[in-house]
C-alpha cells in the first residue's frame, strides 16, 4: 500500500473532533500545483471575459445567453474538469474542480446555472446510471450540448423531501413509467434538455429518472420573479402521464433517497467553494470602493470602522478557505485510497464524499453564513451606492441570500451535521465516550495552568484542544440528559452544530497557518498569525455562548454551575489586542488595493 493511503485511512469524517490532528496531514490551497492553478485562471479569464460583462443581459434572462455561456464552458473544458476522459472530460482529482468551482461560483446567477448543470445535473447519470444512460447522455452534457436539472422539490415537499408525490407507474408491458405529479423550484428548467426527476413508483418506492425534455407529457411552469440569481431559470416542471423509458431509471428502485443525499453531499461542499469565490470578489471591490471614496477629504479606508469590516471579512473567508481545502483534500484522497483498492470511479467518489458528509454539511453552513457577512459588510461600505444597482455589490447582496436555503437549509443542515455525528459515535465509528468522561473527571479536579508547550502556536493548541472538550461537555451532558430525545431539542443542536462549525473552522486555520511557516516569507506569514489571533479570540467567545445557550437549557444547581465554570475554563484564549491586529490586515489590503490573502 502507498505511503498516502497509509497516512489517510486513519482518517475519517467527523473524526476531526477526538483527533490529533496536523498540519502534514492537511492540504492548503498554497500547495496547489501549476496545472491547477493553470485551470484557475482560465476559469478566471472565462468569467472576467464573457460573465461577468453580462451580468445585466443574464439577470434580464436574455434568451439563449446562459445555455450559451454554458456550452462556451464545455468547449473549455470547464463542465468536465472531474468527468471521465470516456464521456468527453479531464478527469482531473477533486481539488482541480474545487479550482474551478471556487471561481466560476463568484459569477452570480450564472453559478447557480452552472453548478446545477455540473453538480446535482450531471452527477447523479456519472454515479448511478447505467452504461447506457451514461453513454447517452454524458459526452452531451461534458460538451455543454445538452443541459441538465436536478428536480426533487415539490410544492409540499422541500427539506422534507421523502414525502414527495409524484408517482409513477409501470406500463403493462414493462417499457415504461407513467410519471404524474409537479416539482418545484427546478434551477434551469427553462432550458434544460435532461431532468433528473424523484418519484415513487406505484406511491411508495423512492426512485431516481433521468427524463428528456421533449417526452409528452413533461411541460414547464412560468419563470419565478425571485430576490436575487434573476438570471438563473427557475421554474416548476409538471408531470402527466409522462411517458419515461424503463431503462432510464437511476440506480435501484426504491433507493432513490441515496441519490438525492449522497449528491446533496458534493453540492454542500460545493456551495461552500463557491462561496469562498463570491467573498473574494465582495471583499475585492469593497477596498477598492473604500480606497477610492473620500469623505471628510480621507478615504473612507482609513477610518477604523471601515478598517473593521475589511479585516473581518478576510479572516472570516481564510478561516472557510483553510477548511474547505482540508476537506476537499481529504476527499481525493480517500478517493484515491477506494481505487487503490478496486472501487470504481463513481463508487470512490460518492463514499469520499460521504464519508466527509458531516464536513460536508458543516461547510455549506459556514460558507453561506461567511459569504452572507461578506456581502452585508460590502454594501455597508459602498453606503447609498451599495443600495444601487449601478454598483456592483447590491448583485453581490440578493444573489449569495439564496444558498442558506438551497442544498437543504441551514437549519437542516446544523441537525444533520450533528445527527450524523452521533450516528457514527453510536455505531462505535467515532469514539466520543473516552474523551466525554475524561472532560467530566477533569472538571472535578484542579485545573493545570502550567504548560511545558513553547511551540510558537501554543496558546492555540492549547484552545483547540480545550473547545474540543467544551463540546465534549455540553454535548455528552446533552446526550445523557436527554438520549434518544435528544432529536425533538433543535435548539441544543443548533448550539451544537455551531460549536463544531467553530472548532472546525479554528482547527483548520491553525494547521493552515503552522504550514504556512515553511511556505511564505516571514512577512506574509506574520499576516496570517495576525489572522490567527482575531480569529481564535472570537471564536472562542462564540463557542463560549453557543454553550452556555446549550447548557443552560437543561442544566440546574451545582451541575449547571460547574458546567459553566468549565465552559469559562475551556474556552479561555490569550488577551490580544485585536483592535490594533485588525488594523494590520485592513492596511495590507489598503496598500495592496484588493485582496491579497
Ligand atoms: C432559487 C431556488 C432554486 C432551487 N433549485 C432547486 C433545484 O434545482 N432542484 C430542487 O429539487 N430544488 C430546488 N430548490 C428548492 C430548495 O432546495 C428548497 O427550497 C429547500 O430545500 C427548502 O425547502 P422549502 O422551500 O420547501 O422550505 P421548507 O422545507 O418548508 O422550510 C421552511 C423553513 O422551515 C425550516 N424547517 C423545515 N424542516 C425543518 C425541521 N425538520 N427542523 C427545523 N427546521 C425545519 C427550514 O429550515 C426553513 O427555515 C430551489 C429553491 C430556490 C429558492
Known sequence: MSEVSEKLIAIKGGEFLIRNSTPEE??????????Q????????????TEVFTKLDAIDEQEPGLVPSLLEKCGELGLLGVTIPEEYGGFAKDFNTGTCVTEIVGAA??????????????????LYFGNDYLKEKYLPGLTSGKL???????EPGSGSDALAAKTKAVLSDDGKYYSLNGQKMWITNAGFADIFIVFAKIDGKDFTGFVVERNTEGLSIGHEEKKMGIKGSSTCQVFFENCKVPAENILGEIGKGHLIAFNILNIGRIKLAMAAMGGNVRSIDSSVKYANERMQFNVPISSFGAIKYKLSEMVIRNEALKSAVWRTSNYIDDTKKILLEKGKTIAEANLAAAEEFAIECAMLKVTGSEALDYCVDEAVQIYGGYGFSEEYPVARGYRDARINRIFEGTNEINRLLSVDMLLKRVMKGQIDMMTPAMAVQKELMSIPDFNSDNESEFAAEEKAIKNIKKAFFMVAGAAVQKFMMKLKDEQEILMCAADMMNEIYLAESLLLRVKKLQHIKSAQDFSSYKVILKVFFTDSVDRLHKSGKTAITSFAEGDELNMMLLGLKRFTKYEFTNTTALRRTIANKLIEAGGYCF
Open 26 to 35: 492537511i492540504f492548503i490551497p498554497e500547495e496547489l500545483n501549476e496545472e
Open 37 to 48: 492553478l493553470m485551470i484557475k485562471q482560465m476559469a478566471k479569464d472565462f468569467v472576467d
Open 108 to 125: 452570480h446567477a450564472f453559478s447557480v446555472a452552472y453548478s446545477a448543470h455540473t453538480g446535482i445535473g450531471m452527477l447523479p447519470i
Open 147 to 153: 443541459k441538465a436539472s436536478y428536480c426533487l422539490t
